[in-house]
């Protein structure tokens, strides 16, 4: 019975928290993969272009709100996310028009272009701000969980009792679905196909008709899809706050350099092994070990390794390690 408990303490805290986190980090991983793959540099304004893509899902749904709109049990925002997808695809390829392509067709280096998404950074943060503020603003509505802890100690007989959010839930079947489709379409469409080998070799790609413009194109559209799907999950189970996506951003590097700068797989396993590693460092276990240690030899203290405050530094020192030992990552993307 022991051993039941400190599994679903684990679960609890660990396991399910994890999964959907690390959703999150893979949908935004594969955002800055596509980018680094096909435009061929790191898009740092990526975390702000999730949050005006939340943002603008927010906004959406108290307009929805407003006007009684809902989906019953399922929160509001999934009726806004089309439109704040719509949204960020125009402000996406507005900026590549305005910006990056300038710096394209002088065939700039790519530390230019690095330097040039930094700016766009701080001006998409900028108008974040001062459209919705800095402050934390909720958005969630509908049923809070698919199970709660009481009602599974209800029907368990446990002493622990397992929680799993309707957030965490949507988070992991979107972003399955979500997956699925980029790969189908990168894959199987003639699009897809055409992204890749101008990802291989733009020149050969080039040379066997393919439009570089179009590429571009479709790239900003799914990358404005991932962003604001992300985004607005992030947002639901956690709150939408803008600066903490400029936070993010530094997970989601790292999630796609431990994968493989340009693999969208390794992006995905990226994302899934910042997740657990910030968990499980962050965590604190005395629960666990409360369950498993035998009678009164169970932790004093809360057997923590790492505070929370310092939950980013964990995404930090593992990107120093891959960096440093392994630099085209898991999957063997482009090395750094």
């Given at each position: 019975m022991d051993l039941l408990n400190a599994f679903?303490?684990?679960?609890?805290?660990?396991l399910v928290p994890g999964i959907a986190y690390g959703s999150q980090l893979a949908l935004g991983a594969l955002g800055v993969t596509l980018v680094y793959g096909i435009l061929r540099f790191s898009n740092f304004a990526h975390g702000d272009t999730m949050a005006l893509g939340a943002m603008s899902a927010v906004l959406i749904?108290?307009?929805f709100q407003s006007l009684g709109l809902s989906l019953g049990v399922l929160p509001t925002a999934l009726l806004a996310l089309p439109f704040a997808i719509?949204?960020?695809?125009?402000?996406?390829?507005?900026?590549?028009?305005?910006?990056?392509?300038?710096?394209?067709?002088?065939?700039?280096?790519p530390v230019i272009f690095v330097i040039v998404s930094l700016g766009v950074t701080f001006v998409y943060n900028g108008i974040t701000r001062f459209i919705i503020g800095a402050e934390d603003q909720r958005f969630l509505d509908g049923e809070r969980f698919i199970i709660s802890a009481r009602d599974f100690k209800?029907?368990?007989?446990?002493?622990?009792g397992l929680a799993i959010k309707t957030t965490q839930g949507l988070t992991v079947v979107t972003a399955v679905i979500v997956v699925a489709a980029l790969f189908w379409f990168l894959n199987k469409t003639r699009s897809g196909k055409s992204m890749r080998a101008y990802s291989d070799n733009e020149d050969l790609a080039l040379l066997s008709g393919i439009n570089p413009e179009r590429v571009v194109m479709i790239t900003w559209i799914i990358v404005a899809c991932?962003?604001?799907?992300?985004?607005?999950?992030?947002?639901?189970d956690k709150s939408f706050k803008p600066f903490t996506y400029f936070q993010l951003l530094l997970p989601i590097f790292a999630a796609a350099i431990v994968g493989g700068l340009g693999s969208p797989i390794g992006a995905i396993a990226g994302g899934f092994v910042i997740a657990f590693s910030e968990v499980t460092i962050t965590y604190a276990w005395?629960?666990?070990?409360?369950?498993?240690?035998?009678?009164?030899?169970?932790?004093?203290?809360?057997?923590?390794?790492?505070?929370?405050?310092?939950?980013?530094?964990v995404s930090f020192v593992i990107l120093l390690i891959v960096l440093l030992f392994k630099p085209t990552g898991l999957f063997k993307g482009q090395s750094v």
């Open positions: 679903i303490a684990l679960a609890n805290y660990v749904t108290w307009g719509i949204i960020t695809i125009g402000l996406l390829l507005g900026t590549d028009k305005l910006v990056y392509s300038f710096y394209r067709e002088k065939k700039a280096k209800e029907m368990t007989g446990l002493e622990e991932l962003a604001t799907t992300a985004g607005v999950l992030y947002g639901l005395k629960k666990v070990f409360g369950y498993l240690a035998p009678e009164g030899m169970a932790p004093d203290g809360l057997v923590q390794l790492l505070s929370t405050d310092y939950k980013f530094a």
